[in-house]
């Protein structure tokens, strides 16, 4: 089992910065890759970015690439993902993600999620 703790959320405007935050704990947390989904009201959940268990490989939406950086700290079991210039579309509740299986695109084939954490940019 992994058990994950989002923070870091909250209230923001158009081009400000927000750092998340996820606290993994369990058997095989350091050892899963993670990823960043978010979820809008009436939308479904979508990818955001993922990094491999090592965090030398990292993969993102074209939505946000360039803006958006995830990493990891394997030594805290915590992954982050520094959002900067934030838009107004960016607005949702956003879940971390563990231990994929297949399509790291793909909301299915992760196993574990967090409880999300609200990101709200006004314009």
């Known amino acids: 089992q992994v058990r994950l703790v989002e923070s870091g959320g909250g209230l923001v405007q158009a081009g400000d910065s927000l750092r998340l935050s996820c606290a993994a704990s369990?058997?095989?947390?350091?050892?899963?890759?993670m990823g960043w989904f978010r979820q809008a009201p009436g939308k479904e959940r979508r990818f955001v970015a993922a990094?491999?268990?090592?965090?030398?490989?990292?993969f993102y939406a074209d939505s946000v690439k360039g803006r958006f950086t995830i990493s990891r700290d394997n030594a805290k079991n915590t992954v982050y993902l520094q959002m900067n210039s934030l838009k107004p579309e960016d607005t949702a509740v956003y879940y971390c993600a563990a231990d994929p299986e297949g399509d790291y695109t793909y909301a299915g084939d992760w196993h574990y999620w967090g409880q999300g954490t609200q990101v709200t940019v006004s314009s």
């Open positions: 990094t491999t268990w090592s965090g030398t490989s990292t």
């Open positions: 369990g058997r095989t947390a350091s050892e899963s890759p």
